[in-house]
């Protein structure tokens, strides 16, 4: 399973738009990739997913280049709320979500 | 429509005692997931159904961790002769069906369990 590497934290203020970028050089041709966000004591909650090019929903948007070597997940116009952690996974072995340790998105005011 | 609900919501337990762990899934979802989760560190998969049995148990991490989920729908994992270190937030997903990449799982609010 291809293993991801993401920055532990992140900073932003509230209305800017927040890149969070994961490298992942060994995806596998059949690989998608997949965020989740989680916030303080529930589960992590699917934002979005792509296999190539960009992915847009009304959460957020996902670029990944053509070697789909690494993906950046694009949270436009932070607000407080969107403080959370992010994880960045790649493929799905046989049913299970592999996670790293994810991106601690802490949004200002 | 109705998540995944997971009950307790706590459990605060003594080292020693058994504790059981009860996982609703989504109505209609035949595959069925925990994951457990310590403080700072993504979920960590311990075990998948699809329907009624096991697809994969190798994340359980020993044999004092047992699930079943008898009738394909709600899932019980238990947990025999509690240690500190099992300490954790211990999550439930569910997905639609044979949890694929495309599949999405859709994950409860987790029971935080507290070993003494």
């Known amino acids: 399973l291809a293993k991801t590497t993401q920055p532990i934290s992140m900073d932003s203020y509230e209305g800017q738009e927040v890149n969070i970028t994961c490298s992942h050089n060994?995806?596998?041709?059949?690989?998608?990739i997949t965020w989740y966000q989680q916030f303080p004591s529930q589960g992590p909650r699917f934002i979005i997913q792509g296999y190539k090019t960009k992915v847009t929903n009304e959460v957020a948007s996902l670029f990944i280049p053509a070697d789909r070597k690494s993906s950046t997940l694009s949270l436009p116009r932070v607000s407080l709320s969107d403080t959370a952690v992010y994880y960045c996974l790649v493929g799905v072995q046989g049913g299970k979500l592999i996670f790293g340790q994810g991106t601690e998105l802490s949004v200002k005011p | 429509g109705a998540g995944v609900s997971q009950t307790p919501s706590n459990k605060v337990t003594e080292k020693g005692k058994y504790v059981e762990l009860r996982c609703d899934p989504i109505s209609g979802h035949t595959a069925l997931y925990w994951y457990r989760q310590s403080l700072g560190q993504g979920p960590e998969f311990l075990i998948y159904?699809?329907?009624?049995?096991?697809?994969?148990d190798s994340g359980l991490p020993n044999d004092r961790f047992f699930a079943v989920r008898p009738e394909g729908s709600v899932s019980t994992l238990k947990i025999q002769r509690t240690e500190r270190g099992d300490s954790a937030v211990y999550l439930c997903?569910?997905?639609?069906?044979?949890?694929?990449?495309?599949?999405?799982?859709?994950f409860g609010p987790g029971t935080r369990l507290t070993v003494l």
């Open positions: 159904f699809q329907g009624t049995g096991a697809a994969d």
């Open positions: 060994n995806i596998a041709t059949n690989d998608y």
């Open positions: 997903a569910s997905s639609l069906s044979w949890g694929g990449d495309t599949d999405t799982q859709y």
